[in-house]
């Protein structure tokens, strides 16, 4: 089963930046569609972003226009390049293989720790 890491999460003033990474283990990371899913304190887990295994991304209507996700087959590796952060972006951030690309996608594995992510001026 692939298991994932994230890193990147800080604290940052609003209208930063940050990059998040998102480490897999395994082989067959490449085939999967990815995403990033954050949970902020008090809510449930939410869908941010997903790619699907040949680079085509969808994003939230919250996130679009200001975060950015990639991925490296080579490096077994996803980021997510968040721009223009906001107060409400404060969330631990999560990633996952999923099922769908969209909000209506399921995660394939287990979630990870997780990293957070602290939007405050």
């Known amino acids: 089963q692939v298991q994932f890491v994230e890193s990147g999460g800080g604290l940052v003033q609003p209208g930063g930046s940050l990059r998040l990474s998102c480490a897999a283990s395994?082989?067959?990371?490449?085939?999967?569609?990815m995403g990033w899913y954050r949970q902020a304190p008090g809510k449930q887990r939410e869908w941010v972003a997903a790619i699907t295994r040949g680079g085509s991304t969808n994003y939230a209507d919250s996130v679009k226009g200001r975060f950015t996700i990639s991925r490296d087959n080579a490096k077994n590796t996803m980021y997510l390049q968040m721009n223009s952060l906001k107060p409400e972006d404060t969330a631990v951030y999560y990633c996952?293989?999923?099922?769908?690309?969209?909000?209506?996608?399921?995660?394939?594995?287990?979630w990870g720790q997780g990293t957070q992510v602290t939007v405050s001026s």
């Open positions: 395994g082989s067959r990371f490449s085939i999967y569609t």
């Open positions: 996952n293989a999923i099922t769908g690309s969209g909000g209506d996608s399921s995660p394939l594995g287990s």
